[in-house]
Each structure stands twice: as C-alpha cells, then as structure tokens.
C-alpha cells in the first residue's frame, strides 16, 4: 500500500495575464488589466530569499489540543527543534519526519512518542526536504540539493546516492528568479527553488524525483541546438540503487507576452504517483522581461515511458501549482502561492480531467500561505501553511480552516487516510489528527 503526500499538476489564468482567475470568474483588478499596466507593477521589484532557521537541543513536550471538524488537532514531541519540512508514513503507526541538519524523527506508535533516527547525513548542514514512503518498510528522502536517501528496513540503515543535478553549494534558491518578484513574494517558501525539489513512488522499487538547475529559470527561449533541459525527472526501478534521467520536453511555449514559435525553459517543483504508474510533475516560473510565464505539467502513463505536457497546445498547459497531489487518475489538488499579480492572495485549484484544465476551489485564501497539500482521497485533502494553519477540502469544493494548537510555520503535511494527518515545521513542531 502506498502512503505519499505530494504532487500534481495545476492550471489556473492568471489575471493579469488572461484578465481572469480560475474557473473564469474576474479578479479583482477587473478583466481589464494589461501587461502594461503589470509592466508597472513590477518595475523596480526585488526580493531575497528566505533564511533557513534551524534551532539545536531537544524541544519540550507542548501540550494542547483543537477540535478539527473531523477530528482533533494536537501536538506531538518531535524529539527535535530543528525545522521539519515533511512527513510521510509506513501504516497508520510507522511515520517519519524530516528536515533540516539531516534530521529524522520517526514514530512507531501512531504519533505518541517520536525518536530521532541514525542516518549518514544527521547533524551535516544538509537539509532533508521531502519524503515518500511505500509499505512495508521502504522510504526515500531528498536531501537538498543533490541526494537522496533511501531505506529498506523502516529506517534502521540508510543508502545515500547523489544525482548531477546541475545544483552545488548552500544557495539553493535562484537569485536571478527572486528579482522579478516583488517585495511582497520575498522569501515565500516556494519561490525560485534549486536542486531535488520533490519524490514519489509507485512501487517500493520505483520512484521518480524532481529537480531544477538555475537555467529553468532564464527568460530567454531555449537553444534550438540539442540540450539537456535544466529540470529533471530521474527514475529509479531497483530501490533506488541507480537513477536515470527521463526524457522530458526541452520547453514550453510562453502564456503571455513573448515571441511567438518559440519555447521557454521551466522549473520542475513537484511530482506524484500513483500504484497504477501514471505520475505527474510540474512547475512554472514568471519570465520577468517578457511578462509572461512559462507553466509545465508534465505527465508519464507507467515507468520509463517518455513524459509529455498534459495538455497538446504548445504551452502545455495554462498554469502549474506550487505543490499538488492527485489521489485519482483524473482528479487533482493544488496550491498557488506565487502569483505576482494576484498577491496577497493564495489560490487552491483542482483539476477532474487529469491536469489539463483547473479551476479554483473555494475563495481566495488570505489568512496565511500554504505552503502544502496531502488528499488521502479523491475528494478529501488537507493543507499546511504558515501560522499553524491547515484547511480541509470536503466533497471536493469546500475549503475550511481547521483549529490547531500552534501558531508556528507549518511546511509539510501527509496523511494515511482521511482521518489520519500530521503536519509539520518550525521549531521540530508536529501536529497529529486521528
């Protein structure tokens, strides 16, 4: 049984871009806004990156609880105070946890107590990102920017392998990428990302992982001479023993302002998996000069098959998520978290036909920033965001914030079933439901 969290594509109009958000409905700038006016919007905008806050020693136990619409919200002793980015489980029991100066936390008993577990990068400067786990004892975490490890026992040894990503060194986010945002987008977890972004599985044998060089984020078309794209999509089909980069479109066609008959490179940032062998991946990047934006959701039918955009026109697709999960062949969830145009404002969107057409769910989101999505069905997900926010999507349409007992930063969240979750982030916090 396969208990991932991650993944799926997204595709909304921007609007400023195409004068309407998704589903059609006008923004609230009105359909009339034009690339000119965006022009002035952006001149002159800057952004940084966000400092990575790690804390050392062990937390101490917080306690508290709140009741969650189908349940309860309360928090765990992580064994850790170190930042947490992600979470994902074995069964209903076993989970792991991961994050920053290669720490992992796992559980064995449902979520009461949590131990921080042995592996070849623990205490390093690196940061361990995300996770996938397959049942019974299998699981792989990325280790910024170009490492993933793996186990074949629940956790009691660890593997390392490192991929050529194209990424070195602690700068893992794209400055070039950050300066044609605006202030207001500035260190927003999920701009401009470098390196291993994402994993999932279909099998405990194979796994695909997501990653992106700093050329994903150039503004200019792509050679037409024969290139390796700057992301990738690598496939492993023996447990992760050898990964090999999988053949994926060189660029996409530009969705706004941009010459014509011409491709543009874009940025991988999630992918998810379902038993069946149908993945999908995406990602997509403001092309700042052009004010335009180049969006791919990419998808594969079964391992080793050629990846290709969700949709056949030549942009491949109207826009991407920042972090998505599809539970069903045809159904997907995502987050929007990016939108220069349409800041402050967060979307959440959904895709009924596989990731070749979304629309948004619910209102425009403003009471925090979600930086995560799990759906443990096709119809049920939840959300994890700053300020100790996590919503729920009921019936597919309905968006609801959740009570929670902690006003920390929350990065990741996986689910077993849809009454069993937890989240995690800042200051080794995790939240359980069920």
Not at 116 to 133: E, F
Not at 323 to 340: L, Q
């Amino acid at each position: 049984m396969l208990f991932t969290k991650n993944a799926g594509p997204v595709v909304r109009l921007l609007a400023c871009l195409a004068g309407r958000r998704p589903g059609g409905r006008p923004g609230a700038a009105g359909a009339a806004v034009s690339f000119c006016a965006a022009a002035v919007v952006l001149a002159g905008c800057y952004a940084s990156a966000a400092g990575a806050q790690v804390a050392t020693g062990r937390s101490t136990p917080v306690t508290g609880s709140s009741q969650a619409g189908s349940g309860v919200w309360r928090a765990e002793n992580s064994d850790t105070r170190h930042r947490l980015y992600d979470v994902a489980c074995l069964s209903n029991l076993r989970c792991e946890a991961v994050g920053t100066a290669g720490t992992i936390v796992a559980t064995a008993n449902g979520g009461r107590t949590w131990r921080q577990q042995a592996n070849p990068l623990r205490g390093s400067a690196k940061t361990l990102y995300q996770i996938a786990c397959v049942a019974p004892s299998s699981c792989y975490v990325i280790a910024r920017p170009d490492t993933i490890l793996v186990t074949h026992n629940g956790g009691a040894t660890w593997s390392r392998h490192v991929l050529p990503v194209g990424v070195s060194g602690s700068n893992l986010t794209d400055q070039a990428c950050l300066a044609v945002y605006s202030p207001g987008l500035s260190g927003r977890y999920a701009l401009c990302r470098l390196g291993l972004l994402d994993i999932a599985c279909v099998s405990a044998r194979v796994c695909h992982a997501v990653s992106t060089a700093p050329q994903a984020y150039v503004a200019s078309p792509v050679p037409r001479k024969p290139h390796a794209p700057p992301s990738s999509i690598w496939m492993t089909r023996d447990g992760g023993a050898s990964w090999t980069r999988q053949s994926v479109p060189p660029g996409v066609a530009c969705n706004g302002d941009c010459l014509p008959g011409l491709v543009y490179p874009y940025p991988l940032e999630w992918v998810t998996c379902l038993s069946s062998g149908l993945c999908r991946a995406g990602g997509g990047h403001l092309l700042g000069g052009h004010l335009g934006f180049a969006y791919a959701v990419l998808v594969t039918h079964s391992p080793g098959r050629p990846w290709a955009c969700a949709q056949s026109a030549a942009t491949c697709t109207d826009s991407a998520p920042d972090a998505a999960d599809c539970a069903a062949s045809t159904r997907c969830y995502g987050v929007d978290s990016t939108n220069p145009y349409e800041e402050p404002d967060i979307f959440v969107v959904r895709s009924t036909d596989g990731g070749a057409g979304w629309v948004q769910v619910g209102p425009d989101w403003t009471r925090s920033v979600l930086n995560d999505i799990a759906c443990p069905a096709a119809l049920t997900c939840y959300l994890a965001g700053t300020r100790g926010t996590i919503a729920r999507i009921t019936n597919g349409t309905t968006i609801t914030a959740q009570r929670t007992p902690t006003a920390r930063d929350l990065y990741g969240i996986g689910c077993v079933g849809p009454a069993t979750c937890y989240a995690v982030g800042d200051n080794g916090t995790i939240l359980a439901l069920g």
